[in-house]
């Protein structure tokens, strides 16, 4: 999780959300057209939701791409080493933002999150198990 340079995943995105009291819709993009996969829809939500779009990876890939629908416009995400999971957030809470402050932005979430686990290790424990799993099977472990 503290590792930069791991992909987000859902996982990661349910404490965003949370901590940030913001609604999140995931479409999964299949040949064109756009599914429903999964809403997360924090207690404490006091936003609309976002829209982040979820491109499957390409074959032999284990990581796919996020990006962002704002005010019905899709918004192209460009992150280097797997962040655009945190861009897209970024982007879809202030579509106002500068590359620069959407890179920032996307930085202090990630670090968010960790922080978020660190303060309360037993509400996430089930995140942290998972999370290691899959990424001890990303590796091949």
């Known amino acids: 999780m503290e590792d930069s340079n791991n992909a987000g995943s859902i996982m990661d995105l349910r404490i965003t959300a949370e901590h940030y009291g913001q609604g999140v819709s995931i479409y999964r993009e299949i040949n064109g057209q756009f599914k429903?996969?999964?809403?997360?829809?924090?207690?404490?939500?006091?936003?609309?939701?976002?829209?982040?779009?979820?491109?499957?990876?390409?074959?032999?890939?284990?990581?796919g791409h996020y990006e962002v629908e704002v005010n019905g416009v899709r918004r192209r995400v460009e992150a280097e080493n797997n962040n655009c999971l945190f861009h897209a957030f970024a982007l879809g809470c202030d579509s106002t933002l500068s590359d620069d402050e959407v890179r920032a932005r996307a930085q202090t979430i990630r670090e968010t999150v960790v922080q978020v686990i660190r303060d309360k290790p037993q509400r996430w424990s089930e995140h942290i198990t998972l999370r290691t799993e899959m990424d001890n099977l990303k590796k091949g472990k």
């Open 36 to 63: 429903k996969n999964s809403t997360i829809m924090p207690k404490n939500r006091t936003k609309e939701n976002i829209k982040l779009i979820d491109i499957p990876p390409p074959d032999n890939d284990t990581v």
